[in-house]
């Protein structure tokens, strides 16, 4: 079994930042990539940023300059640093990893219970 225990969510005035943690325990093998997520209520879970085990990062047009994720794969964690927060920012954010717990088995696709960010105008 796989666990993510995330935090760093809060309340921050626009313009302030807020870094997201997210620590990936249990059984693994490997991780391959691992993400950011938010969703707003009534809306669709949207793709924040990720990062792959060989270093590519990607970002949702919407934080590219502003959010930076970072992983340290001696911990298995994975953090999202989140500068210039906008209110159209706010949302509960969900981690996300993806791997493997052993070297013949299929991947795995775990998410974490979610962070609240508030963001005031």
């Known amino acids: 079994q796989v666990r993510l225990v995330e935090s760093g969510g809060g309340l921050v005035q626009a313009g302030g930042s807020l870094r997201l943690s997210c620590a990936a325990s249990?059984?693994?093998?490997?991780?391959?990539?691992m993400g950011w997520y938010r969703q707003d209520p009534g809306k669709q879970r949207e793709l924040v940023a990720t990062a792959t085990s060989g270093g590519y990062t990607n970002y949702a047009d919407s934080v590219k300059g502003r959010f930076t994720i970072s992983r340290d794969n001696a911990k298995n964690t994975v953090y999202l640093q989140m500068n210039s927060l906008k209110p159209e920012d706010m949302a509960v954010y969900y981690c996300n990893v993806r791997g493997k717990r052993g070297p013949w088995t299929g991947e795995f696709n775990v998410w974490g219970q979610g962070t609240q960010v508030t963001v005031s105008s």
């Open positions: 249990g059984s693994i093998y490997i991780i391959n990539a």
